[in-house]
């Protein structure tokens, strides 16, 4: 149905999409971890009121 | 005398589909009110590359000398990174940084989409300049499509920048589908935290090196937000921050609508792929809102305090739209149900994930194409 080429550009996009996911994934969770770090830092936050109700 | 009247003798057909194609951008700019500041100098510039020997394009027309100072190698669209960090708050974000996954997964429409495109023939440059319509930020889109498949920009730059404008259309009916009525009355707790400044000082400083350390291609991306962001943030360049958000913005974004409007000459735009390239844009949002819904889905699975999927979908980075229209589609369900702070949250997380996904999209493409050759 499809031709090679366009059959082997699929396969490489498909490589692109797991490895580009998995590092937006990775990157936005380094992000995660590095907020969490700095938030914990002594003194960072003062905790407000916890609910929005 | 003849030379009088080339404009007349030279108009075609295809200038007259062109003008109606610039008017109706134009119509939906002012009548509409879709994302003036980009449809309708997008709709102008249209006008002017269309005029039979119009003087403003061409070798030295003023749109080309625009074309080749701004676009042709990225000054527009990494100006506008600086304008629109500057605007970004990202407290928000800071306050709820679980929020963060939804815009990593809110970004799945953009790979959808470039493989769709990979079959319907494209190579994989053209499909990651047309997948990144789905990052749903008019400036990745462009800059993604300048470094990747320049003769597409004008179709590319239309529909990202009309689908974000629609956006209160698109995500409803998805968010319906994905969704039962159980999971959209979901209430999430709000934990309201001062963050010092010293965090927000710090973040875009962070941002950048992280994400220029796993893609350093991407620096310009991001490392011009965050410069933005930084300008806002430290406290002492509030007249800079001020002409970023305003001066700089709006002459940047003026000039590169107008620019982008000027490369739909009627022989590169009128078609077919122009009419499969909007129709992947929009496929590019569905499975982007429907990429942020599934995770939260998904993620509900093992989560004690269970999260709205609908907040799943603000993970687009479309600000602050998204997160209006799913607040929306809260209070329809619920009239007492808030969640606009995490719909922000995921929002402004989504600006985060577009970025990065372009930055990826620069780094990957070229080296897994090469190993075609």
Not at chain 2, 30 to 57: D, H, Q, R, T
Not at chain 2, 176 to 192: A, C, G, N, W
Not at chain 2, 293 to 312: R, S, W
Not at chain 2, 314 to 337: C, L, Y
Request: some cysteine.
């Amino acid at each position: 149905m499809f031709s090679n080429e366009i059959m082997q550009n699929f396969y490489i996009g498909l490589q692109i999409t797991l490895y580009a996911m998995g590092g937006v994934f990775t990157v936005l969770c380094l992000f995660y971890l590095m907020v969490k770090l700095m938030v914990k830092l002594p003194g960072a936050i003062h905790k407000k009121n916890t609910d929005s109700e | 005398m003849q030379e009088l009247f080339q404009g007349f003798l030279n108009f075609r057909l295809e200038n007259l589909i062109m003008f109606a194609i610039a008017g109706a951008l134009i119509y939906l700019a002012i009548v509409k009110e879709y994302e003036p500041m980009l449809l309708l100098p997008i709709g102008f510039g249209a006008i002017l590359a269309n005029i039979p020997f119009s003087s403003a394009i061409g070798d030295e027309g003023i749109l080309t000398v625009l074309y080749n100072a701004g676009i042709k190698n990225e000054l527009f669209p990494v100006l506008i990174f600086v304008a629109v960090g500057a605007m970004i708050d990202f407290t928000p974000l800071l306050q709820n940084p679980f929020m963060l996954f939804f815009g990593a997964a809110a970004q799945f429409g953009i790979f959808a989409t470039m493989l769709a495109a990979i079959l319907m023939g494209y190579d994989l440059k053209e499909a990651a300049s047309i997948g990144i319509i789905g990052a749903a930020d008019g400036p990745t889109s462009i800059f993604v499509a300048t470094k990747f498949a320049q003769h597409l920009l004008g179709p590319i730059s239309v529909a990202a920048y009309s689908y974000m404008s629609l956006v209160p259309i698109i995500q409803p009916p998805v968010i319906k589908l994905l969704t039962t009525r159980k999971e959209r009355l979901i209430r999430m707790d709000y934990k309201q935290v001062n963050i010092p400044k010293f965090v927000k000082i710090l973040f875009p400083i962070m941002v950048t090196v992280i994400a220029g350390i796993v893609a350093p291609i991407s620096v310009s991306l991001v490392g011009l937000l965050m410069f933005g962001n930084l300008i806002r943030e430290c406290g002492v360049l509030e007249r800079l921050s001020k002409s970023a958000q305003n001066e700089l913005a709006n002459l940047v974004t003026l000039l590169l609508g107008v620019t982008i409007g000027s490369t739909m000459a009627a022989d590169k735009f009128l078609r077919w792929d122009t009419l499969l390239i909007m129709a992947m844009g929009l496929v590019a949002f569905i499975f982007d809102t429907a990429g942020g819904v599934l995770f939260a889905k998904f993620l509900n699975l093992f989560l004690k305090h269970k999260v709205n999927p609908m907040v799943g979908a603000a993970g687009i980075s479309a600000f602050p739209m998204s997160a209006r229209v799913i607040q929306q589609m809260a209070r329809k369900e619920d009239p007492t149900n808030f969640i606009l702070m995490q719909s922000i949250s995921a929002n402004v997380a989504g600006q985060l994930g577009s970025i990065v996904a372009g930055g990826l999209l620069l780094a990957l493409v070229p080296v897994l194409s090469a190993l075609i050759k």
